[in-house]
Each structure stands twice: as C-alpha cells, then as structure tokens.
C-alpha cells in the first residue's frame, strides 16, 4: 500500500467502537447555543467539535460534560476568526491555499468514512474478532523492563552496573529518561510482539526468564537495556479493546484497494518541484509506507498503551 493510501487509512473511524457524528441520529432541532457578534454557533457544531475528540477520551467523557470546554474553544475559535476576517487575512495567497487544501482534506474525510460506514459492518468486525481470538494463543506475551538512556556509553554503563549485581527496578529508577519508568522501575507491563517497534521487540522476545540484554538496544527513542521478567502465552483481548484496531485494519486494506481504482482511473500529471518534467516519464517519485500503517504524527485508532508503559510502538 502506498504512504498515501495509509495516510488516508488512519483517518477512518473506527465505527463499531467509537461511533462516529455522522452515525448518530440527528435531533430534530438543532439550536443555537451561542452568539458571537451575530455569529450563531448550534449544537451541531458542538456535537461535531466532541465527535473529532480521541475515542478512549469520549469513552470517559459525555458531551454533556465536555460541552462547556467545547462551546469556550468554538467561541475564543470564532472570535479569532472574525478578527482574521477583519483583517482581510483570507486575501493572502497561502492562506487562500490553504483553505483550498482544508477543503480537500474534509472531502477526502467524508469520502473514505462514507465507504467505512458501509463496508466495516459489526458481523464484519465480528468476523475478524473471532479469527482473532482463535490465533490470539499463538502470540506469545512477555513481561519486561526497560532502562533508557541518551547514548550508548550510558546504556554500557548501566549495563556494567547490572554485572555487578545492582537491582534492575532501583537502577531504572535512577538512570531512565523514560518519565513512567522513573517512578515503575522501567515496568512496561505484559506485551506482544508487534506492540513494540521491531528494533526492541525482536531483542526482547529472544531473552529468557530473568535475563537481560548485554548489549545496548538502539531506536528511534534512544538506547535500551532490556530485562524480561516472565513469558506467557498470548491471549484474546475483549471485543471491546479490539473491534478499534481490527477497524483500522479493515479501513487500511479497503482504503489502499479503493485508491487503486481512483488511482487507475485518473490521469495524473507530476512534475518536479520547479514545475520542470521528471526524467522517469512524468511518474511520480515513489514513497515507502510508515511501517505501522498510519502517517506520521497522524491519530490511531489502536487502543491506547496502557498508564505507566513507554510507549514503544511505530509512530
């Protein structure tokens, strides 16, 4: 699948977990809720406001209880926008640009949650859940902890002082610049393999009970020490904490199948950055896709890591 394919993957909803706005059935009415200089805001666009919130946040919060957080954001929003308007700032070729792009943007939204709506169905999620649960044994999880550092003489410091007998969870405590582990001891709980950037998990899955790694441990988050405390085998996680990720993954392969057809279909022009002809017949330059699926910096819809764990996956 193509990076964009999966850029446009991690904006699908997952529908059977976090019903999306666009689910819900709409009130008859939809009253105004504020006024902001003869500007009316209406519930609708509170309702919209919470439905863009994090799914683990609007399984802990009600929109009646977000709301006056929500309606105080809208109003300062408008307020700033209205100053923006009066100071002719739309005339601005980037900001017009960008309005053009931002339009685009809640198209292309609309467009791929119209298809999840229709094509991720609760007998499909369930489907997929089963055949989960079914291969969920086979995964086997460890318990570990972690000790991070900046560099890797830390990490070989930190590994000398393990030689000569010093307590893992207190050396952590110590030396780690992973905020959680500080108070932990570098405790990350139960995981499996995939839940850990592959850098760290293909180290840590082959340490034995009790053992820990005599060499430092590179990613993206600086360098490990590894010390894995139990091993067991993998078990199914409850529909609930599931159906989020099993949607992301149905809406990632349906999305890349989609692009593939609209891709087909149009024609497609692109030239270098100064406007010039490519060398390679006008093709576009190829991108290697994020290796979790999702775009960078862009929002998951896989459950949340657990309070008190770094979290270790691709981002």
Known sequence: MTARSAMFACLILALAATPALAQKTKPAADPVVARINGQ?????????????????????????????????????????????????????PIIKKRLVLAREQILQDAYFNSIARKEI????????????????????EIKARHILVRTEKEADDVIAQLKKGTDFAALAKEKTIDPAGKTSGGELGWFTQDEMVPEFANVAFKLKKGQYTETPVHTQFGWHVIQVEDRRPGKALPYEQMAPRLAQ????????????????????????LDGSKLPSAGAAPKLKPPTSGAAPGAPTLAPETAPGKLNLSPQ
Request: hydrophobic share 45%; proline share 3%; charged share 30%.
């Open 249 to 272: 993954e149905m809406a990632s392969k349906l999305v890349g199948d989609r692009m593939k057809v609209l891709d087909k279909a149009a024609k497609v022009e692109i030239f270098a």
């Open 121 to 140: 169905t609760k007998e499909k999620l369930q489907t997929a859940y089963d055949q989960y649960a079914k291969d969920a044994p086979k995964h086997e």
């Open 40 to 92: 009316t805001l209406t519930r609708l666009d509170v309702e919209i406001a919470y439905s863009a919130l994090a799914p683990n946040v609007r399984q802990h919060v009600t929109l009646e209880k977000a709301y006056p957080q929500i309606i105080d954001q809208l109003v300062s929003m408008v307020v700033a926008s209205q100053a923006a308007e009066k100071a002719r700032l739309e005339a601005d």
